[in-house]
């Protein structure tokens, strides 16, 4: 079992930064495939990012391509998503997300096993 806790969102001027974090307990981190899926109202999860057990390998969407970057530091068990140039449409609740499958990368929801609770990112212009 994985249990996934964001933290790191807020508030922030159109142009701004962020950078989430998610702590995941549980020894299998390192294994471990992990996304970050995000959430607008009225709106269905869409992936956003994601990065493969050892690192090597990075996902973007075409909407954040050059914007955002997902890190991992396994000694850690934590993975990171860099914001920058924030736009008011980035404006989402922003999940964390684990598979056990860690060597590939994953970009459907329906892959990953294990998500966090979320927080929320908010964008204004």
């Known amino acids: 079992q994985v249990q996934l806790v964001e933290s790191g969102g807020g508030l922030v001027q159109a142009g701004g930064s962020l950078r989430l974090s998610c702590a995941a307990s549980g020894r299998t981190f390192s294994s471990s495939g992990m996304g970050w899926f995000r959430q607008g109202a009225g709106k269905g999860r869409e992936f956003v990012a994601a990065i493969n057990r050892s690192g090597g390998s990075t996902y973007y969407p075409d909407s954040v391509q050059g914007r955002f970057t997902i890190s991992r530091d396994n000694a850690k068990n934590t993975v990171y998503l860099q914001m920058n140039s924030l736009k008011p449409e980035d404006t989402a609740v922003y999940y964390c997300?684990?598979?056990?499958?860690?060597?590939?990368?994953?970009?459907?929801?329906?892959?990953?096993?294990?998500w966090g609770q979320g927080t929320q990112v908010t964008v204004s212009s």
């Open positions: 997300a684990a598979r056990s499958t860690g060597r590939w990368i994953a970009t459907r929801l329906e892959e990953y096993e294990y």
